[in-house]
């Protein structure tokens, strides 16, 4: 009976929190302009791969540079999905969500015996390797041109009952629910008891297997959730305007880590500051820099020193991140 | 020259430049248990500084000896500032989980990329810049016909193999090199045995940073010098040191001769579209059917 | 918990009702963004730095220090024209950001002479869809300008690979038809379109055999020489090579390395920039005297005069402004240089021809109606019209000399035209008029 009880509580405060965040996310862009609208929009899909990282690294332990190599795959299947076949942008995304996750299936069960330096060499390799099967097949995945795909114009329907939105907020309009929808998972699972039992087998895989936890499954779980989550954002991260190999870098995936790392790897509200961070902070400093005359080389990589500033100093001061950061202080309140 | 002697020639070249960046890699990892994906990064940097050098008129070979101790320097300084302050008791709190352990090391090695990158473009403006070679890269000639392989190509052979000798004695015959393989294994006992694992810690970091130094200004006379040249030598050679060993020194030198063969082969008989996709299925296969590596051995798991 | 509830569901539901009554943004104002009684404002997004950066970095202090003189002799129509520059680094995904950037707080006017094919692909649909004018895009995919229904507002700066590779290609063809012609290029869109266009020449290349690549940006790092050692080996006496100026220094280096002489190499435009070929090599340690002598004799082509013709009357005039108004870090004069001014003296008429109401759609239109009776100092005219917005359809040969300089094959200077298509490749008979004596346009 308890137990019952217990899941339709976390199921509420998940359902609360998403929309709570959907809601968020609306005022906002309504405060802002266009640039800034499509900045939010961008937020909010990145969002959705940091989480698939909170998931995979803050939950379970194991670490991932490729993320964005995932998010190639969604991108590239909800592009074929639409260019190929003409399916709606909104199933071709919802598509991906599976096709990503049938990827991440075969990635975890190469992933679930590897750990530490290894797995994440492994899924650095895996960041280079994927987007350039795009260039080796170019017939069928358009090579280096990529296929070009976007959100579309608002339909009458909308601009009917709110006025005129611009394509930029539509962009966010569309991104949105599917991260309402991703918050309310990664809530759901992180709080129940997948998500202790994830925690156990990262905390210590000796004693998880002697509790009587399935290590290998449990990782290759993990790893098709993380993997759907990354492919959704890489779908909607493709629509901004194209999808091809040069729109997944490498370095993407090391943003998303980043941007982790700095809210905090184990916390869903660190994942949504970390995203912030990582989206506004370039054009903040470019605010702060043009009070000064800082030369153009210099200023044009300010933004990267930054961030790399950043994850160090959050990794040996403050490993714990942002959200860790402002635990310590309720903490220290409370007592 | 047929297809397959110029893929076995280019090959051994390429190899040798893989075993270097590999054999910098496994240092690291044996003398401080840590993957170092900074490794490159450092490369480019003190390289840029042997640029300027050169640049500025200074010798070839002044140039290369001041990058090689920049290259000790920022090593050790890498691990002064960073990996020491990680692994000390306040963090052990994040620490205590085993995947975290070896988990944000290496993010922190990813920090130090960043960094580096960003530094190069401040001060160098991040441009494209061409390296020479000390030696000629002119082909070498069997009575009529050029082999695929320069003097050049020869000299780097030449420096991998004399780099493994003598790391291989520090780390062998020297009371430091056993020093610096003990307190990898196991800082507790060491450090109770007398030796200060901290100053040999950072000691293994400025050997390994020196190794990169060399990789660095030997890599770029062929690939020229920028921010993210060298990244694609970082993912080659640590799929080197996994498939040699990544506990072994010799097997880092293997992997990386055999890695430049794989790619030279799949370039010459396959397709250069296809080298990215055949590094991964390598190092899967590799994982998969002997996860130690070829010269390493294997890790005995503590309960 | 129950007793937040209430609470909770309390500010969301005023949340929702707040936000529906908040207005949304309107709509644009009556005139065109970018134009004011005093400025015009462009915008521009090229790789400043990063992998692609050498060279192409300084086409956007080269077109500003055109605009700068424009400006000190009254702008257009009593308007100053002002150049807003974003990084991309060469990247997509950064190319969507910088593109909003300039839409939304810079307000340009209009985009200039965009960098870079794979990066302009992402937002090309979105600017015409916005009825943006995007003109003199530094790219020759011809895609981007052969289908104007699809994108209206889109204008060619740079004659299409295709076009250069039909030319470059039957001269090959003919002049060295007892001879092995090979191919090395890069594996991106540039590279394989210039591959498409030496076929539709009638070249024929064999994989491995008579044609090389390399992956686009590794310059090297993965097998160069194992690939230029198959061309030797096949016994490829004429290379062409299709890369970036960067790649192409690599390639004669390596070329040397392996004792590789093929009797003549020929470079497509983009990737022959002389200045760059010899810097790249001169960091190698290579004395400018070798690597003017390794350049030597390579074929080549190019819409406009060479840039170190001292004979031609627009690189006078151009290269004296450079002198006066750039204010780049780098402002060596060079084939980057001269393309940046003579796009930003095709803008300026464009801007002047339009007059004084000055609209975006006016200014496409004004392009494609009048676009291919603009002079510059190409030697070909913009190929404009109602069905095509390619730029410079024609192309003259030539050939380096030990000097660096593109002189014309056999002394005389002649101009080919044809199209992106299947046409045959004709000789032009275009007379380029001649440069006004205060180098600015003049446009009735």
Redesign the interface.
Known sequence: MSKVKTYKVIGLRSTLLSLILFLFFILLSKQFEPYNQSQLANIAMLLIAVLSITLLTGASGQISLGQGAIMAVGGYSSALLVTRLGLSMWLAFILAIFISALFGLFLGLAAARLSGPYLAGTTLVMALAIPSIAVRFETFFSGDVGLSVDYGMPPEWLTNLVGEISIEEWSLYVVLPFTAVALFAVLNLLNTRTGRTWRAVRDNEVAAALAGINIGRTKVIVFVCASGLAGLAGALYGFRGLVAPSVYPTDLSLTLLTAAVIGGLRSIGGAIFGTFVIVFLPDLIEKVTKNFAIPETVGIYLPALTIGLLLLLTVILNPRGAAGALEHIRHKKKH | ???FL??FF?GT??GAIYALVSLGLVLV?RSAG??N?AQMGQAMFTTYIA?QLI?HSYS?WSAFLIALISGAALGALVDLG?MR??TSRK?SQ???????????P???S??????L???A??FW?????????PVA???I?IGDT?L?I?G?DLFVIGVVFLTLVLTTIFFTKTGMGLAMRASALNPEVTRLSGIKVGSVRTLGWAISGIASSLAGLL?T????L????L???L?IG??AA?VGG?SSLAGSVLGGFILGYV??FV???S???????A??AF??LA??IR?QGILGSKEVRS? | MNLRKPLILTVVASALVGSLAISSISASAASDPGVSSSEIVLGMQLPQTGAASPGYNKVDDAARAYFDYVNSKGGVNGRSIKLVVKDDTYKAGLTISTASKLINEDKIFAFFGSIGTQTHVSIIKDINRRKIPDIFVNSGYSGFYTDPKKYPTTFGGLGTYTVEAKILGKYLKEKYADKKIGILYQSDDFGRNAVAGFTAAGLKFEAKKTSASFIAGTQGSIGLASQLSQLKANGVDIVIIAAVSSATAVAYATASAIAYKPTKWAVISVGADATTFQTILGSKGVPAATSAAMLAGTISASHAPAPGDATDEYVTAFKKINDDFNKGADKRWDNNVMQGMNIAYLATSALMGVGKDLTRAKLVAYLEDNGSKLSSAAFAPLGYSKSTHEAFTGFWLGEYDATTLLAPIDGKRVVYTTDSGSGAVTVSNYMRPAIAADALPKVA
């Open positions: 020259m047929t297809p110029t893929a280019s070249a390429q990892w840590v993957v994906f640029s640049q070839y960073l302050p990680l963090n994040l620490l205590n989980s085993q995947s975290m352990r070896t988990t944000i290496v993010i922190a990813l920090g130090i990329l960043g960094v990158k960003a530094l473009g401040i403006a991040g441009e494209e810049r061409g390296f020479p070679s890269p002119n082909a000639k050029s695929a320069t050049f890599v006379p062929r690939t020229n920028s921010p993210n040249t990244d694609l030598l993912i640590f799929t996994v990544l790619i030279s370039n010459v008989y397709a250069p579209e296809n080298v990215f996709i590094i991964l190092l899967l994982l998969f996860p309960v």
